[in-house]
């Protein structure tokens, strides 16, 4: 499973203040301790900061880079954001995200066409949200596709197909997991990726909804995330959830976290 | 989701004490404590019992009977103990189990044929225990042509696909999920159902384990479980997992069990 840490983001109050006071020590403690979690790639995002969003994403990188070995995941629609993170980044980054959305995708092919940037690519298009898995895995397939043929390999594909309330809608989940499964056996070496929390929006015990729907997802073939590593419980699940859908080979990992006192059920 | 409560059962010492000095309270404690935390079905098993298991079968029916309201899973492979505990059944009751092994097929047949019983239909046969999804679905497909048949309908077939343990191949949870996805896909109206602790034998931490296999399975369709009902963890997992599976309209379930304050995680 591929773990994207999603704590620095501009949307946090704490974030936004640390990176409009330049606090270096601040946003790095995120990033260690994301790292150490077991993150994957660390997410930068500044996307409130609309003028100065280019010039704090170069920061954030040069900040969360000096203190962390794994890699950032650059957060904007912005190709010029994109560009910034990226100019400063050393090693392969992941870019979040592309979509169908003609204007975001025409701006953004032009920077990650050829690249080995692993790519975040959301199942939406100029018509909207998808409601189905139908309308999933058809914008998957067309996104998809164009991007192969802008020289980006599949297997640095992470196609997120968008999970929406179930309060909202009682088959949102199910349409979400077969959405998974589908992309995950058809478009073979392809890789899926998804935020967990919107499921159980409007609903209470939210955490508790958000780690059962993430064994779920993985079940159906889910493989990555973009999360809070430092929740405890959600990581557990997903070390569980590994472990008996047999991507752990003699529940090594499972066995690991268990003696480390690393399970929190 | 069917829940058959399996705690009246010989193999465990209270039970089988019970049973022998006929203590017909104690087994009634069991059997209501189950209804009350919402069994479908009230297995009852006296199968350490060779030459009084019918007799005890016949006692275990009535018993129950007298307390609950829910109906019976009469749990023995051998028919003539299946036959005293269905001749003094009141209602439906479901039979646990028959399977492709032609000695016991064989003889359960006559028993079973032609009637509206819920019959547990297990995936082996005399090759033996299924390894692969494969394995589980030829046998699947085999035992409910031949109860079909036997006017047996589809939609009383349970077809229980055999967990298996994690610790001895890797390949065995994702093998079990895979059939169960794939026999409610292929057999619509035929359900399916298993026991859930064999996953987790030989790893610590078991009940964490069995509770997160059962999430996945509702992700692939599971919709029965022989299991205790008075886990209430477990339960809360089956109730979250059937509302984010699309099977809890406005996740009234979900919510009543809330604000019931009967979720406990």
């Keep these: 499973m591929l773990i994207v840490g999603e704590l620095i983001n501009s949307t946090r109050k704490s974030i936004a203040a640390a990176i409009e006071a330049k606090d270096a020590e601040a946003i ?17 995002n500044a996307g409130t900061f609309r003028d100065k969003e280019p010039e704090y994403m170069k920061w954030l990188v040069e900040k969360v880079q000096e203190v962390v070995q794994v890699p950032c995941c650059i957060d904007s629609p912005d190709p010029r954001v994109v560009e910034a993170g990226l100019s400063v980044h050393k090693g392969t980054a992941m870019m979040n995200s ?14 990650i066409a050829g690249t080995d940037l692993k790519i975040v690519a959301l199942c939406t298009s100029d018509a909207g949200m998808p409601k189905t898995a139908e309308d999933r895995i058809n914008v998957a397939e067309e ?6 043929k802008n020289n980006i390999k599949l297997e640095n594909i992470y196609v997120d197909p968008l999970v929406q309330p179930v309060a909202t809608d009682v088959n949102f989940g199910r349409e979400f ?3 998974i499964e589908q992309i995950m056996t058809r478009f073979e070496g392809i890789h899926t990726i998804c935020g967990l929390s919107n499921i159980s929006f409007g609903l209470p015990e939210r955490k508790f909804l958000n780690r059962n729907f993430v064994v779920m997802a993985i079940a159906k073939g889910l493989d990555g995330a973009i999360m809070d590593p430092l ?10 959830a590994e472990t008996l859908a047999g991507r752990d080979n003699f529940c090594m990992n499972f066995l690991s976290a268990y003696r480390a006192e690393n399970l929190e059920m």
Tied chains: 1, 2.
């Design 143 to 148: 996104l998809a596709n164009a991007l192969v």
């Design 28 to 44: 790095q403690k995120v990033a260690k301790d994301q790292e150490d979690a077991g993150a994957d790639y660390i997410d930068v």
């Design 177 to 179: 997991l077969t959405a």
């Design 231 to 240: 929740d405890r419980r959600m990581m557990t699940n997903i070390i569980t």
């Design 98 to 111: 592309i979509s169908l959305e003609k204007e975001r995708y025409d701006s953004l092919i032009p920077v």
